[in-house]
């Protein structure tokens, strides 16, 4: 089944794809980028694991994390999430960038 995308005037956001797991590799093996996230910085196998779990999510919930993608480029800057919480009736909003774009306005605006 396919997915969205969202189209916005300097992002693009899409689910997760296994095709994107080396690029997001680079964001979340960074330990400043993941410093408040889960514990921390992942490895490879580990987000190889996250991706595919995320991709199998969306069939049950059409819920989970995007890439956030530069528009003019398509280069992967960053995630953002929205999940069901499991035991509330409450949506969890989560994010990620990488440190080179932080202050630049690209979180506000994803979300």
């Known amino acids: 089944m ?8 300097r992002l693009v956001l899409a689910p997760y794809e296994m095709r994107d797991v080396d690029e997001l ?3 979340m093996s960074d330990p400043h980028v ?4 889960g514990k921390g910085a992942l490895s ?7 991706v595919s779990r995320v991709t199998a999510g969306w069939n049950e919930t059409s819920m ?4 956030i993608r530069l528009k003019e480029n398509k280069y992967l800057i960053g995630q953002i999430c929205l999940r069901p919480e499991k035991d509330l009736a ?5 994010y990620a960038l990488d440190v080179a774009f932080w202050r630049q306005g690209y979180v506000q605006e994803a979300l």
């Open 25 to 27: 590799h680079g964001a």
């Open 34 to 37: 993941m410093q408040h996230i």
């Open 90 to 94: 409450e949506i969890a909003v989560g």
């Open 64 to 67: 989970g994390w995007w890439t």
């Open 44 to 50: 490879r196998p580990e987000v190889q694991d996250i």
């Open 2 to 9: 396919a997915h969205p995308s969202i189209r916005m005037k």
